[in-house]
């Protein structure tokens, strides 16, 4: 499996409030599920809308199965953005 070393993650405020209203999750569970290898999988997404992006799959701190879609942000500081995140459950049913 490829992997990104990704030790932080950003988020726009107007973007980190959809995903908190929406899919009930915070940056902090998402940081907590991606940074420094916690991600269980990684992978190449290409989206016909919203094109390529780093789909990782993590667990957060607090248990939850989650999947995060990231762009590099900062690749020499291992800085990634998030352009959406939500729960493994609402992308798999």
């Avoid at 070393?5 to 569970?29: A, F, G, N, R």
């Avoid at 667990?59 to 953005?81: K, Q, Y």
């Amino acid at each position: 499996m490829v992997r990104n070393w990704i030790t932080d993650v950003v988020c726009d405020p107007d973007i980190e409030h959809k995903i908190w209203t929406k899919h009930k999750l915070t940056l902090d569970d998402i940081k907590s599920a991606v940074c420094f290898l916690a991600g269980e999988e990684e992978r190449w997404d290409v989206h016909p809308v919203y094109g390529g992006r780093w789909l990782v799959k993590g667990t957060s701190a607090s248990g939850v199965a989650l999947i995060a879609f990231l762009r590099v942000e900062d690749e020499h500081n291992g800085v990634w953005r998030c352009g959406t995140a939500m729960r493994e459950s609402e992308m798999y049913g």
